[in-house]
């Protein structure tokens, strides 16, 4: 196995422990269908909804496919919720408007992250 390759499985790994609580013990959501679009997400939020896990994922190229828009689901309209790298949002932000997602991903690239409380 090459260094990169080494590097890139330790960081994946590393992501999932850091929200596999989430994932035994939250809440799941589902927000977009494979059957029904082109791209498949869903959250995984904590029942006291201070933090969360979110992916998008792209199935196939097509031709004219638009920025996903995605609503989350299951949040609190009242806190405030950081996602690194993107910024500060509020629950009632990202449940009623959503967050625009570049086009240009290949297919089946996923974008994973983790939502937490912002205090």
Known sequence: MSKEDFESISSHICFYDSISHLILDGDLYRLLSPFEGNYFAQIVVSRDKKEAAFILMK????SNDCYPVVKLKGLDEELMYEIAGMGVYSGSV?????????NNLWDFETICFRLKEYC
């Open 94 to 102: 990202l449940m009623n408007v959503g967050l625009k997602f570049r």
């Open 59 to 62: 199935m196939s190229a097509r």
